[in-house]
């Protein structure tokens, strides 16, 4: 366990914002979890995972949790099926590695996504035609108040587009200590036609890939696509993909042809937040240390000294305009705090 003071957050957050957190505790297990948690039931707690998907606008003014719980195993092998849990302090890339060292399929698609375990399911992350959905099995966790532990299945997870139980009717009440995961051993799906994938395999001229080209085609995307937060501070996709009706798709398509868009619901379109973005004239904009990524316009990031208040005005700043342009409404998908 690791307890300090008027602590730094800048290490603990990816868009490498310099915040001060007026407590700051690393727990290491579930029973230092839940004897801080018993110590602190009176207190408001800023919990914290990866850091990969928040932007701190101001000091946090509370105690902060870092969940650094670590671990992974494989726990059950039936045929095909193979269950692996792993620790919610798990980096989410490297658990994703383990797995294609262990040759089991279900997470290719999903590498080099920042974060950590734990904070995996809250948001549902997703990638290039897989959700996590597809691949949970379940996850245990740990009732703040009751300190009681509990095991979420998929159905009671109601998991959704970047969305789920724990950012809902559940949110604040939970804190995540392990996920499992429901991989196959043999017989994987490998999903290769969304985004560039295919056109990646094609380059390198692989005819039957594996899940590990798979996995090698999606770090080399996002690489390309995405800067190192270790570089150049972000969090990934600030915006979610907007899903707007068949009617107000018509009339977008009738003004700009070329809109992509791929359906999801019936009478559901989900359009790129990132095209929107670029065709408003976004796409390398900068305020000072504030900016919208070159080669991605759904990354804003922090070239050195932005505040986090300067890159949530350049969020609204966007939101506005896309507005104006397409009267699509972008929202964030990153946590504002």
Known sequence: MRVAQNASLKEFNTFGIDVKAKKFISV?????????????YAEELFILGGGS?????????????HINLKGRKIIS?????????ACAGENWHQFVLWTLKQELGGLENLSL?????????????????????????????????TLEKRSFSKAETEFDYRNSIFKTSLKGQ?????????????????????????????QKKILSAKIKDISDAVIAIRQEKLPDPKLLGNSGSFFKNPVIDQEEFTRLQKEFPEIPSYPVDPGKIKIPAGWLIEKAGLKGYREGDAGVHKNQALVLVNYGNATGREILQLSQKIQQEVKEKFGVEL????NIF
């Open 28 to 40: 290491d297990t579930v029973e230092e979890l839940k004897e801080v948690l018993k110590q602190t």
């Open 77 to 85: 092998e039936t045929g095909n099926e193979v269950l692996v849990k």
């Open 113 to 145: 996504i920042p974060g950590n375990v734990g904070t995996a399911p809250i948001q549902n992350i997703g990638a290039y035609g897989v959700e996590l959905k597809d691949v949970f099995e379940e996850c245990e966790a740990v009732n703040i108040q």
């Open 53 to 65: 998907n928040m932007l701190l606008t101001t000091d946090v003014n509370k105690t902060v949790l």
């Open 174 to 202: 939970f804190i995540i200590t392990s996920v499992t995961f429901r991989l196959t051993r043999n017989e994987h799906i490998l999903r290769t036609s969304y985004g560039a994938i295919k056109n990646a395999l094609d």
């Open 331 to 334: 929202e964030p998908e990153v």
